[in-house]
């Protein structure tokens, strides 16, 4: 089973509200596209997740839509299916009631046909969720070792820019390494 959905499309289709709808393709005949026989309705925030299905060969179709401004961002969708594959259409949080066309083409031109999605507003209210933000650690206590070295070791260097004295710049990257050693082996 392959999926020929772009990745924005596929993570969309994972989020919670969707409104899950079946097409059948080559079912009733070559190139034939067999549409759901219910009113296709998706609440405004949600996600138009249809869900193509092949039951003959494999199949190249294409999805596109003029009147869907001001619902969703999408607007044109080629899909080649050999098996079964999932177009989530995102549908605008602040879209108004109405509806817009899809247009399915398959068989390169062969068959068309247009399904009415009607948009409504959300039926209920949505939980909203807060955004956390991750902790954030806080001083506390003595400063860490490996900042106490690092402090000795840029003093240690200073020296040595000022007096050329070749001890004081080993001096300050041995300590930057035995604070970087004691701070590693520590954590395990």
């Known amino acids: 089973?392959?999926?020929?959905?772009?990745?924005?499309?596929?993570?969309?289709?994972?989020?919670?509200?969707?409104?899950?709808?079946?097409?059948?393709?080559?079912?009733?005949?070559?190139?034939?596209?067999?549409?759901?026989?219910?009113?296709i309705v998706v609440e405004s925030g949600m996600n138009l997740r249809l869900r193509f299905?092949?039951?003959?060969?494999?199949?190249?179709?294409?999805?596109?839509?003029?009147?869907?401004?001001s619902f969703s961002d999408f607007f044109h969708e080629n899909l080649y299916i050999v098996d079964e594959s999932i177009l989530a259409i995102p549908i605008r949080k602040d879209s108004n009631e109405g509806a817009f066309d899809l247009e399915i083409i398959s068989g390169y031109g062969v068959m068309k046909t247009q399904m009415q999605i009607h948009v409504t507003p959300p039926q209920v209210p949505r939980p909203t969720i807060r955004e956390e933000y991750p902790l954030q650690p806080v001083a506390r206590g003595r400063p860490h070792f490996l900042m106490i070295m690092m402090g000795i070791a840029l003093l240690l260097y200073c020296?040595?820019?000022?007096?050329k004295e070749e001890f004081?710049?080993?001096?300050s990257f041995i300590l930057l390494i035995v604070g970087a050693l004691y701070t590693w082996y520590r954590q395990q």
């Open 1 to 39: 089973m392959t999926f020929h959905v772009p990745l924005p499309m596929l993570v969309s289709a994972v989020e919670a509200g969707t409104a899950d709808y079946e097409i059948l393709l080559n079912k009733s005949g070559i190139n034939s596209i067999d549409l759901p026989r219910e009113k």
């Open 168 to 171: 004081l710049n080993i001096a």
């Open 159 to 163: 020296g040595w820019i000022y007096t």
């Open 53 to 69: 299905l092949n039951r003959g060969a494999p199949i190249h179709i294409t999805i596109t839509t003029s009147n869907a401004g």
